[in-house]
């Protein structure tokens, strides 16, 4: 009876068929999810993939099945080619969003393995800076590959673009509206490639001094010290200079100026450039120098060069000198600094 009830209905021996074959694609998932998770356990970078691509997994099963059985549903029920239309847009955009997903799990997976907060992180944000840009590059050409796939399913569509390539305005207007996404797509290969900034990198650009917070597909994230951000295009990096204090390693130098006369000589209870520094924390007793760079018939300049391991820790260090060399003269000795004097303003007597 069911069996002759199923024969006369397709539609509804169709619609039982495909509720079926739904139920199955997730019973099918639920199962090999079980299964992948008990063989990838000693696997950080597996656990990531397979997390990752859970979600988008359990939207591609179904929608397989369910094409499945559209193209076997027979061709004169209604609206069955419409449903197989939607049934393969969709199933395009599950299978888009699968592989996004994988790209974004391997990726994480990439830097949970190479963490930064180790103290000499310069490799492990080589690694960072190379896998986040070269997977969010893929993840655009995988976004750019589903959409052109679900837009030549359209009839129109597949007429139009080979008629649009042999006609140059419509070719040069495409090009055009394409060049920044490529220009992009470029600039992020060639600074992951060639890795001119990466992350967490100290960077003077347009005289801001900040950190590289992140570096999406497009632009780059830079944390000014006042917690302001600043957007850059990654296409500025490739044709413009910048300076990059972390290239090789976080080390640097820091100068101090001072300027004084000659006409009193200080104590030896003074504190001395030499002292102060040691005493401070921020030094890492790599470099330490006092020189007179430069002498006029005012004052002479001096020049304290120190090291620190950091920018941060060397601009801190330079602080503490100049307040530390300073204190002491201009509360004991204010003769042996320089001072510039304003004349003093004529009053004129007040009128009777």
């Known amino acids: 009876m069911m069996v002759e009830f199923l024969q006369r209905n397709p539609r509804v021996a169709t619609a039982f068929v495909a509720l079926a074959a739904v139920f199955g694609a997730m019973v099918v998932h639920r199962l090999a999810r079980a299964v992948l998770r008990r063989l990838v356990r000693g696997s950080l970078m597996l656990q990531s993939m397979l997390t990752a691509t859970e979600r988008a997994g359990s939207a591609v099963l179904p929608l397989l099945a369910l094409m499945a059985v559209w193209q076997a549903a027979p061709n004169d029920l209604p609206f069955i080619g419409t449903v197989r239309h939607m049934n393969g847009l969709l199933l395009i955009g599950a299978m888009t969003w699968w592989f996004m997903s994988f790209i974004n799990g391997f990726a994480e997976g990439v830097l949970a393995r190479h963490p930064s907060t180790v103290e000499d992180n310069l490799n492990a944000r080589r690694i960072q800076t190379q896998t986040k840009v070269l997977s969010r590059s893929a993840m655009v050409i995988v976004l750019i590959a589903g959409t052109a796939m679900a837009l030549m399913t359209f009839p129109g569509a597949r007429r139009w673009a080979p008629a649009c390539w042999l006609r140059p305005a419509c070719s040069a207007s495409s090009a055009a509206a394409a060049r920044p996404v ?53 296409q500025w990096f490739i044709e413009n200079p910048f300076e990059n204090w972390t290239r090789t390693g976080s080390q640097i130098l820091g100068t101090v100026f001072l300027y004084r006369t000659t006409a009193r000589r200080w104590t030896r209870s003074a504190p001395r450039p030499g002292r102060i520094t040691e005493a401070a924390p921020e030094w890492d007793q790599r470099v330490f120098g006092v020189q007179v760079t430069d002498a006029s018939e005012r004052a002479m300049q001096v020049r304290i060069l120190v090291s620190a391991a950091n920018s941060g820790a060397a601009f801190d260090l330079r602080c503490k000198l100049r307040e530390g060399v300073l204190a002491f003269p201009a509360r004991e000795y204010p003769g042996s600094l320089p001072q510039v004097r304003s004349p003093q303003p004529v009053m004129e007597p007040a009128a009777a």
Do not use: C, H, M
């Open 182 to 234: 490529f220009s992009n797509l470029i600039a992020g290969l060639q600074l992951a490639l060639a890795q001119p900034i990466r992350l967490d990198d100290v960077l003077i650009v347009k005289g801001e001094w900040g950190r590289v917070e992140e570096i999406t597909g497009t632009y780059v994230v830079l944390k000014i010290w006042d917690e302001r951000r600043l957007i850059i295009p990654l």
